[in-house]
């Protein structure tokens, strides 16, 4: 072998090896992904220069990656058929390092020049060869997990080797081949290959890794699968290992459209998210400008939970040239498109990005800014053209996306793509905003709701009672979070949106009665007019602190009575709002009796009769319990359930009397 020249590491790399070689580290498993990116480009590039018709060496070589292992000798072996290196290559690319991911590193690892004068260790860690325990030291306790968030190339070998050699033939013909070796510290050495070994070699580059002692797992054929199924599943190139191809799943998102069946897509689909079913739906974007990128996105067929268990369980996966970046990237896209699953591919982003760099990345941003717009026209699009699907996708997944309101930039765009239940469907069916809008009464300024736990509930709601008359079109939302939507999106086409709650009396005034009004009951006696004040003073008085305050209504027909916010806020608003204050107390409201209801009349009755009269004050709280349950509250359960036994044993009492009688 000719004399074999040695170089020392740029200063910077040499700090950077420092610590590596130093320091235990979670994320070890990453100098794989380094190298096999690091071949995959070697790969890339020759196929560009095939494409353009130079002349290459061994040009009948497959391009390819192979892992092996010499057990025996504890040594990994990646060989590439790339377009290799020459001589002063592996001088220049193996003895500096990379400005971008070196200086964040050095930061966080808290060797850099800034940390310099703060922290004595860091200092070492600069230093030649005693200073280097010392810095490792420092970067052992403090840095424990950043390698895995950085990558940092090449060197990233020397967290698992003790020794590594680069042995590379460079494309050109008849250029020689080389041989690079280092321990890690210090320096390396290049030499000319020759001999046996040189006649052997063939295009491309060898990176013979010993294992450290402590990195024996990574001879383990497992092992290195596991990890090559992981962060390089998709190099474009095959990857083998010890004769069997690893990566066989193909980089759908980097396929024409056109060119990639259903079949493929739920195939894809099933190996990302191990879901036994297809998806509901498929979103792939191959964009070039602002950014380039490629995405493949999933609708799932299923809802998730993204409240309980898998609060964190969302984020599109982030490759920068088929290589993994970050799984669950969160960035990516905002949460209320949290049910996409799927990969994003760029070119345009280093591999050694960080976790903390990528959260203030433009190109990031970039990116999401257009997978919201894509994700967004393709709804609409599916809206449109299949309103049943959209109708399946609004039930498995609108629970999350309606939190769009929270996205104010976007309203024209999410408000259409709302749902709600109506109480023209009472079926149950789904209707868009723009649907209401087309069949509400002309003259109609408002988009009426209410807000009720559930469809049965909403449609006994005493509020309804006076739009049913009028026919106008209430909205029914039955999920909390849609009157926090409506109330941030505030109008639609000029409609504002009203809670029925808050219709007063001469709200309906102008719009006419379409079914007949309830038979309205015999005027009261003068009798009865003189005792009502009274009467709502007892009325009062037996109620007590459980309202704010008791008044007569204009808004009711059939029912007896209802329950209203003193400040307009609505039940179901007051309830979310509680929830989020932690309140447990119920809130008071106003209660507004119908005085031509038959039980009131009664009441009444029952009140000039005898004022004082046990049973009034017993029928009043069951009457107020059952009032309460419509507008979603119980104060008094056990009360409740106590009363109506009673009222039921008196009431059987009564017939048994009679029976006898
Ligand atoms: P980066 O890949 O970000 O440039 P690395 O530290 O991973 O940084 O690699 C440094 C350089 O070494 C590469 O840019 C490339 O020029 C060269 N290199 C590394 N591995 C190979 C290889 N297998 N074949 C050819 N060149 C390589
Ligand atoms: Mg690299």
Avoid at 125 to 142: H, M, N, W
Avoid at 436 to 454: D, F, T
Avoid at 628 to 636: H, T, V
Wanted: include cysteine; charge should be negative.
């Amino acid at each position: 072998m000719a004399k074999a020249k040695t170089h020392t590491f740029q200063a910077e790399t040499q700090k950077v090896l420092n610590i590596l070689t130093h320091s235990l580290y979670t994320n070890r498993e990453i100098f794989l992904r380094e190298l096999l990116s690091n071949a995959s480009d070697a790969l890339e590039k020759l196929r560009f220069l095939q494409s353009r018709g130079e002349a290459i060496r061994d040009s009948g070589l497959p391009l390819e990656i192979r892992i092996s292992v010499r057990k025996e000798e504890g040594i990994v072996q990646i060989a590439d058929t790339g377009l290799g290196m020459t001589g002063q290559e592996l001088i220049d690319n193996l003895g500096t390092i990379a400005k971008s991911g070196s200086e964040e590193f050095m930061k966080a690892a808290g060797g850099s020049d800034a940390g310099k004068e703060a922290a004595p260790e860091s200092e070492a860690a600069a230093g030649e060869s005693e200073g280097e325990a010392a810095g490792a030291q420092a970067a052992g306790s403090s840095t424990a997990d950043i390698i895995g968030r950085f990558g940092i190339g090449f060197y990233s070998v020397f967290m698992v080797a003790d020794l590594v050699e680069v042995i590379s033939v460079p494309v050109t013909e008849g250029a020689p081949a080389h041989i690079w070796r280092s321990e890690g510290s210090g320096g390396f050495s290049v030499s000319v290959l020759e001999g046996e070994d040189a006649a052997s070699c063939r295009r491309g580059t060898i990176i013979r890794a010993t294992m450290k002692e402590d990195a024996k797992e990574f001879l383990e054929k497992s092992r290195l699968q596991s990890v090559i199924r992981l962060h390089s599943n998709f190099l474009p190139f095959p990857v083998f290992l010890e004769d069997e191809r690893i990566n066989t799943t193909p980089a759908l998102w980097r396929e024409p459209k056109f060119s990639v069946t259903q079949e493929r897509y739920t195939d894809f689909y099933q190996y990302l998210t191990y879901d036994d079913s297809p998806p509901l739906d498929v979103i792939h974007l191959s964009v070039d400008a602002p950014v380039q990128f490629n995405a493949l996105m999933f609708i799932p067929a299923s809802a998730q939970d993204y409240a309980g268990m898998q609060r964190d369980a969302w984020g599109l996966d982030l490759y920068a040239r088929r290589v993994l970046i970050e799984r669950g990237n969160k960035e990516l896209a905002p949460q209320y498109l949290a049910f996409l699953k799927g990969v994003v591919d760029t070119e345009d982003l280093p591999l050694n990005i960080s976790r903390e760099t990528l959260q203030e990345n433009v190109l990031v941003r970039k990116i999401s800014q257009t997978i919201v717009k894509q994700a967004l026209h393709h709804l609409e699009k599916l809206a449109a053209s299949d309103s049943g699907k959209y109708e399946t996708f609004w039930n498995l997944h609108g629970k999350l996306f309606k939190f769009a309101f929270s996205d104010y930039a976007r309203h024209d765009r999410v408000a259409p793509l709302l749902r709600f239940s109506s109480s023209a469907s009472d079926a149950g069916g789904l209707i868009s905003l723009d649907t209401y809008l087309e069949r509400c009464k002309p003259g109609q300024k408002e988009i009426w709701h209410l807000a009720a736990p559930s469809l049965e509930a909403a449609r006994i709601n005493p509020h309804m009672e006076r739009f049913r008359r009028k026919g106008i079109e209430v909205l029914y939302l039955l999920d909390p979070v849609d009157e926090l939507a409506l109330e941030a999106i505030g109008s639609y086409r000029e409609h504002r949106f009203k809670s029925v709650e808050q219709a007063d009396g001469k709200a309906l005034e102008g719009f006419a009665d379409v079914c007949e009004a309830a038979e309205s009951a015999a005027a009261m006696n003068d009798d009865e007019k003189a005792a009502l004040e009274t009467f709502l003073e007892k009325i009062r008085e037996i109620l007590g602190n459980r309202i704010k305050e008791v008044r007569l209504s204009d808004r009711l027909a059939d029912s007896v009575a209802v329950l209203v916010s003193p400040d307009g806020v609505s039940s179901s608003m007051e309830k979310l709002m509680r929830v989020m204050q932690h309140k447990e107390e119920i809130p008071l409201k106003i209660l507004e009796m119908n005085p031509d209801h038959p039980f009131m009349r009664a009441l009444l009755r029952m009140y000039i009769h005898t004022p004082d009269n046990p049973l009034l004050a017993e029928l009043l709280l069951g009457m107020f319990d059952n009032v309460q349950l419509l507008d979603g509250y119980l104060a008094e359960p056990y009360g409740m359930a106590d009363r109506n036994l009673k009222f039921m044993s008196k009431a059987l009492g009564w017939y048994a009397d009679l029976a006898r009688a």
